[in-house]
């Protein structure tokens, strides 16, 4: 069993289709404290999103469901949460982002989290 890793959800959703929904529900499964920023304000499984970048303590991975365009109002952000790693889930690879990121010794992880959690690998 792997340590618990809080994780920030950026992208978070409430529809039941998208990845980062199902990586919300995932995460909990496997007993990982979940926080989450959205494009609105709603509540996933007691999990609320948050629409605001609100600075989360502790904060051990960051995974992403946004496309690149998206993510440069992040930047900042994440570095400034220090987590120790980000996923880059499939659709956010972003080259730019990742130099930051090794610049400020944060972790690059460019996977599904929900593949790294169904194996036991996150």
């Given at each position: 069993m792997s340590a618990i890793k809080k994780t920030l959800v950026i992208g978070a959703s409430t529809i039941p289709d998208r990845y980062a929904y199902k990586a919300v529900k995932m995460l909990q499964q496997h007993n990982h404290p979940v926080v989450a920023i959205g494009k609105k304000e709603d509540t996933l499984d007691g999990v609320k999103i948050e629409k605001e970048q609100i600075f989360?303590?502790?904060?051990?991975?960051?995974?992403?469901?946004?496309?690149?365009?998206?993510?440069?109002?992040?930047?900042?952000?994440?570095?400034?949460?220090?987590?120790?790693?980000?996923?880059?889930?499939?659709?956010?690879?972003?080259?730019?982002?990742?130099?930051?990121?090794?610049?400020?010794?944060?972790e690059v992880d460019i996977a599904c989290t929900l593949v790294l959690l169904t194996t036991n690998q996150y």
């Open positions: 989360f303590d502790d904060v051990d991975t960051v995974t992403l469901y946004l496309n690149p365009m998206h993510q440069k109002q992040y930047y900042d952000y994440i570095i400034q949460l220090s987590p120790k790693r980000v996923v880059f889930n499939p659709g956010t690879e972003n080259p730019e982002f990742y130099a930051l990121l090794k610049e400020n010794s944060i």
